[in-house]
């Protein structure tokens, strides 16, 4: 069985649609999702409504722990805040607010005979950043999971470790990159041959380059980080 893991949506609809494309094409069977679907852009909505219709099998990240814990109601909003907030505030309904705010902080699952374990940041912490440079005796911490395979994400940074006892994979981010290279990250993993590649998606900015400067015309972070290389 082919697998789609994604990471790090951030609301970013025309990644998400590129990556679902791409994996469909792919034969790709299912997807894993490792939180932090809403965040710094502007259509959590669509992408909610994305993962459901495809019955993707998601856990939360620190951006939508933000988003529930701060804000109890989509009307809880208090005090200035970027266009992400407001517009998820303003769009998302009830259905949809409750969904992203039940999702789990981690999930132990077993696939094909592989003990997997899907985090956000880290095994032992939502906010925790394994970052590709991360020392030795930082991943080692990992093989304490009691599992085969480790997918985390946060980083924004694509990741396979398979020098310790645990295979640790990190699928980079679907909405919003950060390592000097465009693109809509993600990785398929096949069951089978408990093989994973890693892949990026190439899709057009037009439209989300055009929403930050309408939404978020002082943070130039949002726009540049899309296309820096």
Not at 16 to 25: A, R
Not at 94 to 108: A, E, I, M, V
Not at 123 to 130: E, S, T
Not at 143 to 150: G, K, L, P, S
């Amino acid at each position: 069985m082919k697998i789609g893991i994604i990471s790090d949506i951030h609301s970013n609809i025309f990644a998400l649609d590129s990556v679902i494309e791409s994996g469909i094409s792919n034969g790709v069977q299912k997807w894993y999702c490792l939180g932090d679907i809403s965040g710094y852009y502007y259509w959590p909505s669509e992408c909610i409504n994305l993962l459901r219709e495809l019955s993707v099998k998601c856990i939360a990240g620190n951006h939508d722990k933000y988003l529930c814990d701060k804000y109890k109601t989509r009307n809880d909003l208090k005090e200035r805040t970027g266009g992400d907030i407001r517009i998820a505030l303003d769009t998302l309904s009830d259905d949809q607010f409750s969904w992203l705010c039940t999702l789990p902080n981690k999930l132990k699952i077993s696939v094909d005979g592989h003990k997997v374990l899907l985090c956000h940041g880290s095994p032992w912490d939502l906010n925790y950043y394994l970052y590709p440079d991360a020392t030795y005796e930082v991943r080692s911490r990992i093989e304490r999971t009691d599992v085969d395979i480790v997918f985390f994400g946060h980083t924004h940074y694509p990741i396979i470790w398979d020098d310790l006892n645990v295979l640790s994979v990190n699928p980079g981010s679907v909405g919003q990159p950060r390592d000097r290279s465009p693109g809509a990250c993600w990785a398929i993993w096949d069951t089978r041959e408990n093989n994973i590649s890693l892949k990026r998606e190439i899709y057009d900015l037009k439209n989300i380059i055009q929403a930050c400067k309408k939404y978020d015309p002082n943070d130039k972070y949002l726009q540049d980080v899309l296309t820096r290389e």
